[in-house]
């Protein structure tokens, strides 16, 4: 049983769009929520954490959490070409901070 | 947030020889990890690096496969051995406990290559 599902196709938004990207978990006891974006190759880059329901901003980057249905989402507003990139949200897994990631998603912002 | 470096950023190697791979932080953090990402693929946790003590594997990885030290707060290796071209992938270190929320932070990686 996969434990984080993220969309998998990539996503193709026109630049200053909002690109929405969703994210559901299994685990019921997870506290810690975490999006990471991931330039071709480099290494993933922490831009989101949240630990409780609802949204939290920062910047042009909104997170919502909803423990209840178990899903995380990401929201990037006024989308950039610098946007592209692959984006992956990852949830502790468990105890002394464990991580587990989903496959992520690819975001294209076309110009 | 911390600085983390990792050494060597890529490697050719042969199969069933050995690589070890340095994760090197300016400060001291409480966790350090190593993941391993596969071509195409996302993050898979390879173990945790425990100070001072055998490090903690995840299901399918194993300590002669991947033997780990971290002689000190800011200082980790992980070594791949006796290897074959399924072990080609980047290896990430990570650190957490640098911020009051523990988010955790990912070196540059190792590009690794098994002919």
């Known amino acids: 049983q996969k434990e984080v599902e993220q969309n998998s196709g990539p996503l193709s938004v026109p630049e200053g769009a909002i690109a929405s990207l969703n994210c559901t978990y299994s685990d019921r006891v997870s506290q810690s929520f975490f999006w990471y974006r991931q330039y071709s190759g480099k290494s993933p880059e922490l831009i989101m954490s949240?630990?409780?329901?609802g949204d939290k901003e920062d910047g042009r980057f909104t997170a919502q959490l909803n423990k209840a249905s178990q899903y995380v989402s990401l929201l990037i507003r006024d989308s950039q070409p610098s946007d592209s990139a692959t984006y992956l949200c990852?949830?502790?897994?468990?105890?002394?901070?464990?991580?587990?990631f989903g496959k992520g998603n690819q975001v294209v912002v076309i110009p | 947030s911390a600085v983390i470096s990792q050494k060597p950023s890529r490697d050719i190697c042969q199969r069933g020889t050995s690589l070890t791979i340095q994760c090197q932080v300016d400060?001291?953090?409480?966790?350090m990890f190593w993941y391993r990402q596969q071509p195409g693929q996302s993050l898979t946790l390879i173990a945790t690096?425990?100070?001072?003590?055998?490090?903690?594997?995840e299901s399918g990885f194993v300590i002669d496969k991947f033997p780990i030290s971290r002689p000190n707060l800011t200082f980790s290796t992980l070594t791949v051995s006796n290897m074959s071209p399924e072990d080609s992938s980047i290896y990430l270190c990570?650190?957490?406990?640098?911020?009051?929320?523990?988010?955790?932070?990912f070196g540059p990686g190792t590009r690794l290559t098994v002919l």
């Open positions: 400060s001291q953090v409480t966790m």
């Open positions: 690096a425990n100070q001072g003590s055998e490090a903690t594997y």
């Open positions: 990570s650190v957490a406990g640098t911020s009051e929320d523990n988010e955790q932070f």
């Open positions: 949240i630990y409780s329901n």
């Open positions: 990852a949830f502790s897994a468990g105890g002394n901070n464990r991580l587990a």
